[in-house]
């Protein structure tokens, strides 16, 4: 059986840049076994597979090249983006298309942005945030990053780190200096371990300028899910997202995400949070484009 798939860079406006997600944008025929096997062979952070529901709705699986993940950020700004792209969902000349995508993490919008006939952006919306409380074994964080409880915090203030979920959980890890974000020694053993005990994804780690910045600079680090490190992250942003709002360091309703520059892949992802009728509503997303496309032989069971 063949498949059509692609590699596409999500959360960037460049080829290379971004976080690469491979997408198979009419998986109705593989089984769960097949899509595991892809998603190892393409031996990216994220593969999704999209099985059409009609043309506004769209059920989504993730896998990473170990496991089935819940939900992924960038696999999802990389699927929809394919979809308009190469007309497997009808397009719009100018305005805002929106269409849902069905996910282990519940029913979720995506809006994709379209400008005299071009994808400018896709916003995704996140599962709503859950505050999942503080690190209580901070010591045992610190070890992970080989770093002292001083360098933790925001504007010189220590904060304590949260397990935060916009679809995943994630521990959000404030980093005073930039420098220090830039440099950090992680012992990725120690942090699977420690991932695997909170059952949590990850850390995303970050460094906030000021008190409302426009940007902030992030790291996340999932390597108890095959991934040291991610050039970009949906849903860890949209878990950071809610994490600045609900500390009072955020005013304002968008941020961007500056992430993957350590790994020469610099990322841009757009935030927004909005409180509608007492609940929080987080979106994520930003550009993408196709770096590589084919079709990928396997057998079948079905």
């Given at each position: 059986m063949e498949?059509?798939?692609?590699?596409?860079?999500?959360?960037?406006?460049?080829?290379?840049?971004g976080n690469p997600a491979g997408v198979v944008p009419d998986a109705k025929q593989l089984s769960?076994?097949?899509?595991?096997?892809?998603?190892?062979?393409?031996?990216?952070?994220?593969?999704?597979?999209?099985i059409p529901i009609d043309k506004n709705n769209y059920q989504v699986k993730f896998f990473t090249p170990i496991k089935e993940v819940d939900f992924c950020g960038h696999a999802t700004i990389g699927s929809f983006y394919t979809l308009a792209h190469k007309g497997y969902l009808p397009p719009?000349?100018?305005?805002?298309k929106k269409v849902y995508q069905e996910t282990k993490v519940g029913r979720l919008a995506v809006e994709i942005f379209f400008n005299d006939g071009k994808i400018e952006k896709v916003l995704m919306e996140q599962a709503t945030p859950k505050?999942?409380?503080?690190v209580k074994d901070i010591e045992s964080l610190l070890?992970?990053?080989n770093i002292k409880k001083d360098h933790v915090g925001i504007e010189g203030k220590f904060i304590s780190p949260k397990i935060v979920s916009t679809?995943?959980?994630?521990?959000?890890?404030p980093i005073k200096d930039k420098h220090i974000l830039d440099n950090l020694k992680v012992d990725f053993n120690r942090l699977a371990n420690m991932s695997r005990r909170l059952n949590i994804i990850g850390v995303h780690a970050f460094y906030l300028p000021e008190r409302n910045s426009d940007k902030v600079f992030t790291r996340n680090f999932a390597?108890?899910?095959?991934?040291?490190?991610?050039?970009?992250?949906g849903t860890a942003n949209g878990a950071l997202t809610y994490f600045l709002k609900n500390e009072g360091y955020m005013d304002k309703n968008e941020i961007v995400s500056i992430q993957g520059q350590v790994l020469g892949r610099p990322s841009k992802i757009y935030c927004?949070?909005?409180?509608?009728?007492?609940?929080?509503?987080?979106k994520v997303g930003g550009q993408a484009r196709i770096v590589m496309e084919g079709i990928i032989c396997c057998e079948t069971n079905l």
């Open positions: 498949i059509n798939i692609y590699q596409v860079d999500a959360f960037s406006d460049k080829p290379f840049g769960y076994d097949d899509m595991q096997n892809i998603a190892k062979e393409m031996n990216l952070s994220e593969t999704a597979f999209v719009i000349y100018n305005g805002i505050d999942l409380g503080i070890d992970c990053f679809g995943l959980p994630e521990i959000v890890l390597p108890l899910v095959g991934i040291n490190e991610e050039a970009a992250t927004t949070i909005d409180k509608i009728d007492g609940k929080y509503l987080v």
